[in-house]
C-alpha cells in the first residue's frame, strides 16, 4: 500500500468505528480500529500504532468538520480527562473499508470468510492458522522445557534440603543420646 492508501485507509477506517461504536474517546477507537485491521488482514503500516497517532487522525478529521469533540470523559488508567469524538452526518461511514482500495473501491463490504480457502486465510500478524499452530506447538514445548528443567532443580533442592535436615536431626539425636 502506498503511503497515501494508507492514510485513506486509517480515515475511513477510524469514521467507520465511531458511527458504528459512537462517542469514543482516541484510545478506545485505536483499539477497535487495530481489532478490525487485524481482523482483516491489513498490512502493518495500515494499522495505528499508538494512541497520539489516533489523536492527530482525530484533530485532522476535527479541522475536516467529520467529527466532533465531545465532553471530556474521566480516565481512570491515567487519572486523567481525556476528550471524547463522534463522527458528524458527513463522516458517516457505513460500510467496513478494505485496505488496499483506492478510489472509489475505498470503502466496500469485505468478502466473506467462507469464500477464502482455508491455506490462504490469514490470521494476525499475517501468519496462516497452520504456521500459528506450529509457533503455539514451538512455545508450548519450550514452555514443558523450562516446566521440567524447574521441577528437577526443585527436586534437586528439595532432596540437599532433606538431607541437610537429616544431618542435624542425626547430631542433635547424638548430642541427646550421650546427655542421656
Keep these: 500500500m502506498e503511503l497515501a492508501d494508507v492514510r485513506v485507509y486509517q480515515r475511513q477506517l477510524l469514521l467507520h468505528v465511531l458511527t458504528h461504536h459512537g462517542e469514543s474517546t482516541a484510545a478506545e477507537a485505536l483499539e477497535l480500529m487495530g481489532n478490525i485491521a487485524l481482523d482483516q488482514g491489513a498490512p502493518r503500516d495500515a494499522i495505528l500504532v499508538s494512541t497520539a497517532a489516533v489523536s492527530g487522525l482525530l484533530r485532522e478529521l476535527h479541522s475536516n468538520l467529520l467529527v466532533v469533540r465531545g465532553e471530556n470523559r474521566g480516565d481512570t488508567r491515567n487519572g486523567r480527562m481525556v476528550a471524547t469524538w463522534s463522527v458528524t452526518d458527513a463522516g458517516r461511514i457505513d460500510t ?32 496462516t492458522l497452520p504456521q500459528l499452530m506450529g509457533l503455539l506447538t514451538i512455545e508450548f514445548d519450550a514452555m514443558l ?31 541427646s543420646e550421650a546427655s542421656a
Design 96 to 127: 467496513r473499508p478494505v485496505p488496499g482500495a483506492v478510489g472509489g473501491n475505498a470503502v466496500q463490504v469485505r468478502e466473506a470468510p467462507a469464500v477464502q480457502a482455508v491455506d490462504e486465510r490469514r490470521s494476525r500478524g499475517g501468519l
Design 145 to 175: 522445557s523450562e516446566m521440567d528443567r524447574e521441577h528437577q532443580q526443585a527436586q534437586e533442592r528439595a532432596r540437599r534440603e532433606f538431607e541437610g535436615f537429616r544431618q542435624r536431626a542425626l547430631r542433635v539425636w547424638g548430642v
